[in-house]
């Protein structure tokens, strides 16, 4: 079981509704297709390299990330983070808040919401 996050780059939404859409659009545009692979942006591998530099995604150790590498979960301007259950509260709070100082988008698909 895992807690999942998409974070992306690109305006914030003004309302959940509108980041549900656009949080869709990306989802199927750049993580469901399999046709064509596309390098994250630049900010997205930032974000990741920051954001595994405190959570890392050690993969015959790992206690933190439900699919490591989390690298390997991103495509274009969204990353898509799934993390294990048990350490999901501390690790997307931090997540949300790192987004935010990078500019990016953090929202929430199982609550259907923008974090923070």
Not at 86 to 107: D, N, Q, T
């Amino acid at each position: 079981m895992s807690y999942d996050l998409a974070v992306w780059d690109d305006d914030r939404p003004l309302d959940n509704h509108q980041a549900g859409l656009t949080y869709d659009e990306l989802y199927e545009r750049y993580l469901e297709s399999d046709d064509v692979v596309v390098p994250p942006a630049q900010r997205i591998v930032a974000y990741v390299e920051a954001l595994v530099a405190r959570y890392p995604d050690d993969v015959g150790r790992n206690v933190v990330w439900a699919s490591p590498p989390v690298i390997g979960e991103a495509s274009g301007p969204i990353v898509y983070l799934l993390m294990s259950y048990g350490k999901a509260e501390e690790v997307s709070e931090y997540a949300a808040a790192l987004a935010r100082e990078h500019g990016l988008v953090c929202f929430d698909p199982q609550g259907e919401c923008l974090r923070p």
